[in-house]
């Protein structure tokens, strides 16, 4: 299966692994997109957004009209979802303008813990 893991993490920590990825030469076996704060991933990831997510995993390029027929929305509002999550590297457009979410399942993981 091929799963994208959204998680929480500094960009130091980031950096870090790139650095241990290259001096090692093994990268991480999972695909992985990172934000700085929960409050980005939650802003980024509204209800609206994962919606469209859900209905775009495994479904390979689609246009925005599908999407939004899709998920029962209106193309404009998918529109603007679409971009934001463009903007994010969370979704990908393909060569012919389609848009495209890789993977066949997510993984949200971030810790929360006392100040």
Do not use: Y
Request: proline letters at 3%; hydrophobic letters at 50%; aromatic letters at 6%.
């Amino acid at each position: 299966m091929n799963t994208v893991v959204l998680e929480v993490r500094s960009l130091a920590e980031t950096l870090a692994d790139a650095a241990r990825a290259m001096k090692t030469g093994r990268g991480d076996t999972q695909s992985r997109i990172a934000f700085a704060t929960p409050e980005l991933l939650w802003k980024v990831l509204s209800a609206k957004r994962w919606e469209l997510l859900k209905a775009l995993c495994a479904a390979g390029p689609v246009s925005i009209r599908e999407a939004a027929r899709r998920v029962g929305r209106d193309v404009k509002a998918v529109h603007g979802d679409v971009t934001a999550l463009l903007d994010a590297g969370v979704l990908s457009r393909t060569d012919d303008g389609r848009i495209e979410f890789p993977f066949d399942a997510v993984k949200v993981e971030f810790l929360l813990q006392a100040a």
